[in-house]
């Protein structure tokens, strides 16, 4: 019997110790993405991750500032619907040849229109899927 408590009690310290180094790990991670999520938030390029519909999954700060609509009411929304008509299907074929291929595709200069408060062209890069 005082065997198996001496055993129970050695388990019990390697537990204690790997919760230790697990809360220490999960600390360290945190840190990691909350400095990731700022350099994401605060980078001086538009950063967007969108479906292959182009509903708007994700995006930053300046993504939002170039689009002249709050960050959240972005979500969701169509990035097709803030490219100029005539642009459009060359957006659609990048954003399909994107999709279907899984790599990295370089677009031309297409012109970002409503509700931007003045239209600018922004060249597409690296769509890629998530």
Request: charged share 30%; aromatic share 8%; hydrophobic share 40%.
């Amino acid at each position: 019997m005082l065997r198996m408590a001496r055993e129970l009690e050695a388990y019990q310290i390697k537990f204690d110790k790997q919760q230790k180094e697990l809360a220490q790990s999960k600390d360290e991670l945190e840190k990691s993405r909350k400095r990731y999520a700022d350099i994401y938030d605060f980078a001086p390029l538009a950063y967007l991750t969108i479906a292959p519909n182009s509903s708007i999954l994700e995006l930053n700060l300046t993504a939002a500032t170039m689009l002249g609509t709050e960050r959240s009411r972005l979500l969701n929304k169509k990035l097709a619907d803030y490219i100029d008509p005539e642009d459009r299907p060359l957006f659609t074929a990048l954003l399909d040849k994107a999709f279907k291929q899984q790599k990295s595709t370089s677009g031309e200069f297409l012109h970002l229109t409503k509700p931007a408060v003045q239209p600018f062209l922004k060249r597409t890069q690296d769509l890629l899927r998530s």
